[in-house]
């Protein structure tokens, strides 16, 4: 009969133990949900602060350079996109004073075909 009364006192103090177990695993979850809604708003805020600081340096920064976890990591990002962009505009700038381009179509020649004799039409014909 001891055992049955020993068992029987054990059941019942399991049975707190299990409620509150539960109870922890619970508190637990939400704690986690709680936490992953936290992270997803912070997300959601860090990726509206980025759009509007491509938006406020429109044509002055590489878009794809402006990166970053933080606030402060994407400002210090924008300094990196903006040296880059002012390189590349700048290489561009040089490469394109370089480049020469012919304006319209080419001078017409000096003498009209009408007056060159048969020989040099096919020369001019050939050289073309």
């Excluded at 009969?1 to 049975?15: F, I, L, N, R």
């Excluded at 939400?30 to 805020?45: D, I, K, L, N, Y």
């Excluded at 976890?69 to 400002?75: I, P, Q, T």
Aim: charged residues 35%.
């Amino acid at each position: 009969m001891d055992e049955q009364v020993q068992m029987t006192e054990e059941q019942g103090s399991a049975e707190p133990l299990e409620v509150a177990r539960g109870e922890l695993l619970a508190a637990r979850e939400e704690v986690a949900e709680q936490r992953q809604r936290g992270e997803a708003a912070e997300q959601r805020a860090l990726q509206a602060y980025r759009r509007a600081l491509l938006a406020e340096h429109r044509d002055e920064v590489i878009d794809e350079l402006v990166q970053g976890a933080s606030e402060e990591e994407l400002e210090a990002s924008l300094e990196t996109a903006r040296t880059a962009y002012q390189r590349v505009a700048e290489q561009t700038r040089q490469s394109a004073g370089v480049t020469h381009v012919p304006v319209g179509a080419p001078a017409r020649q000096s003498e009209p075909p009408e007056a060159l004799s048969p020989l040099d039409k096919i020369v001019r014909g050939l050289r073309k």
